[in-house]
DNA sequence: TTGGGTGCAAAACGTTTGCACCAAT
DNA sequence: ATTGGTGCAAACGTTTTGCACCCAA
C-alpha cells in the first residue's frame, strides 16, 4: 500500500490509527481539528484516544506532512501539507470552510523579502466574511 | 482626558482597569496578550484578574477598539484596530513581531470576492520565517 | 527483543462563567 | 439607586505529559 511506504519513507512507523488519520485527512477538503479526526476515526470503527492522535499530529507536523490551520476558534486544525498552495475562506454565518487557490502570495512575499531582509519560509492567510450563498440570502432577506 | 471621552463614545464606563489597558495597548508595537497585559498593568501598580482583562478584551473587540491576532501559539493576541492595516512578520528563531504595512491586500480580495461571489469582511496575514537579523547571524556562523 | 506507539488519568493552559461585592453614573 | 465592572473560584475545552502496557520492527 502506498500509504504504508509513504509513512516509512518518512521513518515512522505503521500502526492503524497512523494509517486510518493519514488517510482521512488526504480524504478531506476542508481542516480538521483533533475531536473530529476521532469522530471519522470512530466512523471507520477505529477508537482512539485524543493524546494518541495530538500526538500524532505532532509527529505529522515534524515530518511535514500536514501543516496547522488557525480559524479563531481555539483551537488547532490540521490539513495535509500538499504542494499547491491555498488558503481558507470561512463564512462568518454558516461557518463554511472553502479553499482560494487563485492568489500568488509568492510575489509579494518576494517584495517583502527585498524591503525588510528577512527570509519568509511560510504564512497564514484567511479571509473571513460571507459565502456567496450567504450573502445571497442576505440581500434578499434586506430588500 | 480623550481616552475618557474616546470610551465614553463607545459607550463604556470609564474603570481605572479600562483606561490602563487601553493605554498600554495604545503605546504597544506588537499584539499582546493576556498576561502580557496583566504584566505591564503590574509595571503600573495595577493588579488585575485574568477574568476581567479577558472580560475587557471581549467588549474592547465588540466595540470594534481591538482586533485579535494569532501566531500559533495557543492563545490569542490583541491590539488595537486603527486605521492603517498592517500584518505581521514573526521570527522564528528570535521570535521577534515586527510589522508589515507595505502589502496590498485589497486588490486581491477584489479579485477574489469578483471570482468567487464572495463578500470578504477581513483577513488574518502572518509571515513566519528568519528576520534580518537572525538572517545574517545564520549566515556567518554557515559560513 | 527493543524502541516506540497507545490508552488512561492527571495536569497544564487559555478562556469563560457564576456569584457576591463594589464602583461609576 | 441602578447599572454594570471586578475579584475570586470554579468550570470548560484544548493540548500536554507520566506511566504502564502493548505492538511493530
Known sequence: MQIDTYL????????????????????????L???SIIKELHTLDIQSDPATVFRTMNVFLEKNIVRQVQLMEGKVR???LDQKEHHHFICRKCESISDIS????SILEKKIEEL???????????FYGLCS???????RKSV
Open 8 to 31: 516509512r519513507g518518512k521513518g515512522l512507523k505503521i500502526t492503524p490509527a497512523r494509517k486510518s488519520i493519514l488517510e482521512i485527512l488526504l480524504g478531506q477538503h476542508e481542516p
Open 33 to 35: 481539528d483533533v475531536q
Open 78 to 80: 490540521y490539513e495535509i
Open 102 to 105: 487563485d492568489c500568488n502570495i
Open 116 to 126: 525588510k531582509g528577512v527570509a519568509i519560509e511560510h504564512h497564514a492567510l484567511e
Open 133 to 139: 450563498k450567504c450573502l445571497k440570502s442576505t440581500k
